[in-house]
C-alpha cells in the first residue's frame, strides 16, 4: 500500500473552479484507477487506465477528466461541470487487469465551498 | 451495466459470534469476485477473493463462497474479533465491452460488540 500515494489528503476548492487530484504508484503497475466514495454508495468507478496513453470511462465520468501521459502518474481533474464534487476520492492501481488485486492509495477529500 | 447488491447494509454481532454477508450480481461474463475491508479514515484493502472456477476459499476466520448459477456470493467471518469492525465491500468484475471493470457493492458496516 505505501506505493501507491495521493496529495493532497485535504483539498478544499470554490465552486467553479477545476481542481486536479494526484495519484503516483511505484508499484511498477500498469493499470490505474479512480473511485468516488459516498457514505453509503460505496466505490464508483470514475475512470480507469490499463497502459499508458489509454484510458476508459468507468460508470460516472461526466464532470472528470484524466491522464496517463505516464505510468506512475494519473491525475483526476474535476471539472466545474461536476454537479456535486464533494466527496472522498480514491485511486488504485493493479498489476493489469481487474482479475488482480486493487491496491488503493489514502484518498483526498475534496470539499467544494 | 453490471449491478451489484450486497445485504445487509449494517450488521452488529457479539464478539465470538459468525457474521455473514451476501452479494449478487447481474453480469454472468464476471469472473473474479473480491472482498475488501475498510476501517474508519483508511484505505480500503483487499482481504480475500474467488474466481469463477472455486467454489469456496478460506483464509483462517474468513471464507468466501461463490455460487455461480445463482450469481450470488458471501462473506464468512468465524470467532468474530472487536478489530473485525469495518466496512466490508464486495466487488464483481463485469464485462466493459473492450476489458474488465470493477463493480462494488455499497458497503456493510459490521460492528462487532465485545
Known amino acids: 500500500d505505501g506505493g501507491i500515494t495521493q496529495s493532497p489528503k485535504y483539498l478544499f476548492r470554490k465552486e467553479g473552479q477545476n481542481v486536479t487530484l494526484s495519484c503516483e504508484q511505484n508499484?511498477?503497475?500498469?493499470?490505474m484507477y479512480w473511485y468516488r466514495q459516498d457514505p453509503g454508495q460505496g466505490l464508483r468507478l470514475i475512470y480507469y487506465?490499463?497502459?499508458?496513453?489509454?484510458?476508459q470511462k468507468g460508470d460516472i465520468a461526466e464532470g472528470y477528466s484524466v491522464s496517463r501521459e505516464k505510468k506512475e502518474s494519473f491525475p483526476l481533474t474535476v471539472t466545474s461541470a461536476q454537479k456535486n464534487p464533494t466527496a472522498f476520492y480514491l485511486c488504485?492501481?493493479?498489476?493489469?487487469?481487474?482479475?488482480?488485486?486493487?491496491?488503493f492509495g489514502p484518498g483526498t477529500r475534496l470539499t467544494v465551498l | 451495466g453490471e449491478n451489484v447488491e450486497q445485504h445487509p447494509s449494517t450488521l452488529s454481532v457479539q464478539e465470538g459470534d459468525s457474521a455473514v454477508i451476501k452479494c449478487t450480481y447481474s453480469?454472468?461474463?464476471?469472473?473474479?469476485f473480491p472482498w475488501y475491508k475498510q476501517e474508519l479514515g483508511k484505505r480500503p484493502q483487499l482481504i480475500i477473493d474467488?474466481?469463477?472456477?472455486?467454489g469456496e476459499k478460506k483464509d483462517q476466520r474468513i471464507a468466501v463462497t461463490l455460487n455461480k448459477t445463482a450469481k450470488h456470493f458471501s462473506l464468512h467471518i468465524t470467532e468474530t474479533q472487536p478489530e473485525d469492525s469495518a466496512v466490508y465491500f464486495c466487488?464483481?468484475?463485469?464485462?466493459?465491452?473492450?476489458?474488465?471493470?470493477?463493480?462494488f457493492g455499497k458497503g456493510t458496516l459490521l460492528t462487532v460488540n465485545p
Open positions: 474467488i474466481r469463477s472456477n472455486v
Open positions: 488504485a492501481s493493479s498489476i493489469g487487469t481487474t482479475t488482480d488485486t486493487q491496491y
Open positions: 453480469d454472468s461474463a464476471s469472473n473474479y
Open positions: 466487488a464483481a468484475n463485469p464485462w466493459a465491452g473492450s476489458n474488465y471493470k470493477l463493480t
Open positions: 487506465s490499463q497502459i499508458v496513453n489509454d484510458f
Open positions: 508499484l511498477n503497475h500498469d493499470a
